[in-house]
Every structure is written in C-alpha cells, then in structure tokens.
C-alpha cells in the first residue's frame, strides 16, 4: 500500500501483463480467458470452447488483491498503438457469465456501441491505465487508485511541433468538488518555418485570464452493484455519458 496526496493505493501494477505477484486467481470456470499473448494462441478460455479468431492480445481473470476480489481485463499491447489494463471491484458469478461487480449487469458487453451501461460503473470501484500512441501522438489515462481521480495526458512530437498536456488529478477525490487539478500545457513550434515570436506557448505563463475546472467534479454512489448508476455533479458545464455516440470511436479497420 503507498499512499499520494494521501490518498491510499492498493498494488495494482497497471502493467498490461497478467495478475500482481503474490495475487491469487479465483478459481471460476466462467472467469478466465486468455487470447494472443505470450505462450497462447487464439482464445483460450473457460467459455466451453469458444473460439475467436481476432488477434487482438486479451487476459480476462478474477484475482483477489489486499483481500478483495477484482475483475481483471487486459486489451492489446503498447506495442501495437493500444493497450488497456482495468481492475473493477468484484466477482463473477459461477452459474452465468454476468460480470456481479461494479460495472453492475447494467452493462452492454454483448453489444457494446448500441447498449446501455456505458459509463454507470462506479469509479471508487476502478483502477485502470489506457494508453494509444501512433509514434507520434501519445495518449494516456491513468487511475491507479480506487478512491482518487485520474491523470490525462497527451504528447505530440513531430519535426514541426512539440505539445504537452497533462492535468494530474489524483490527489483529488470523488467527494471533493471544490479542488482544481493542476494543468501542464506546452506548445513550442520546431519546423524551420516557425515564427520566432510565436515559438512557445505555456498556458501557465502565457494566459492571461486562466480558468481551470479540472478535476472539480464529483461521483455520488446509485443503486446498483457497489455503487453504480450513480450520478456525477460538475463545477460548471455537464455531460450525458449515455447519449455519447460510441460508434464515433470505432475504428472498422481494427474492428471489421
């Protein structure tokens, strides 16, 4: 257990390799699936059978960490562009394959763009870290404690430009609407052709009237499982996680 801002974190390795060491895996027939990682080939799984021929690296398993039971899903590899590694809160159940945790059986993994449940998880219940770069654009969310926010960034490095953003919320909790994270937002232009007054942007130092609302947000607990289908309050603005068009987000040549 370390702790940041002093908020306490669990070893949650967020690595995108299997279980932490010393974690043991739940025993579940319905509870583990590995596919195109290292020493498997296509699916392998406890899915009587099932078969799937995309080669996208995939480990889905239950592990128990500090005495609590997880879900533990890791999609693709650093490098091949994608990579995301996901512990939620909870179990799943012996007699059906219906994840009973905190993303709840409100959730649409059966049709994940048109289903509802996108968004209803708690976040208390949720540790994870994405990552997507194509060389030269580098995208990372990063929530590596339960009761804490998370960290965006985002980097750019071409022959032409340079940018760096970041705001590093986790020392902000889901009650705590009052608190703005700190924001890193750097531009310096490279190419040969840059404007010599206009080579560098610093929002810290270069903004006149700043006005920073991140990470001012909070999760009140709903009624389903551990606290999802909870609602979120924001300082200012809003968003309707269950009208987002999800099928903007699909690539149909990674996904055919």
């Known amino acids: 257990m370390v702790l940041l801002g002093g908020i306490a974190r669990a070893e949650f390795p967020l690595d995108f ?3 932490p ?32 021929n995309d080669p996208t690296p995939f480990l889905y398993e239950t592990v128990n960490i500090d005495g609590t039971d997880y879900v533990h899903v890791v999609i693709g590899d650093p490098s091949q562009g994608f990579a995301q590694d996901t512990y939620v809160e909870g179990a799943v159940s012996s007699i059906t394959p219906a994840a009973a945790n905190a993303a709840h059986g409100f959730n649409s993994g059966i049709d994940p763009l048109n289903g509802g449940g996108n968004g209803s998880g708690n976040p208390e219940k949720v540790v994870m870290r994405q990552l997507v770069s194509d060389g030269e654009v580098t995208i990372e969310f990063l929530k590596d404690a339960l009761s804490s926010k998370p960290k965006i960034s985002q980097t750019v490095t071409t022959p032409e430009v340079t940018a760096v953003f970041e705001t590093d919320m986790r020392s902000i909790d889901y009650k705590d609407i009052s608190t703005a994270a700190p924001i890193i937002n750097t531009v310096s232009l490279t190419g040969p052709n840059a404007p010599e007054d206009m080579v560098d942007f610093n929002v810290g130092t270069g903004s006149q009237n700043g006005h920073i609302t991140a990470g001012r947000y909070t999760y009140t607990p709903g009624p389903g499982t551990l606290g999802s289908e909870g609602s979120y309050t924001y300082w200012e603005g809003d968003v309707n996680v269950e009208g987002v068009d999800w099928s903007a987000f699909r690539d149909p040549a990674q996904n055919p």
């Open 17 to 19: 390799n299997g279980h």
């Open 21 to 52: 060491d010393g974690a043991p895996a739940i025993n579940n027939s319905w509870a583990s699936s590995t596919c195109n990682r290292d020493g498997f080939g296509p699916c392998s799984s406890g899915f009587a059978g099932y078969n799937d």
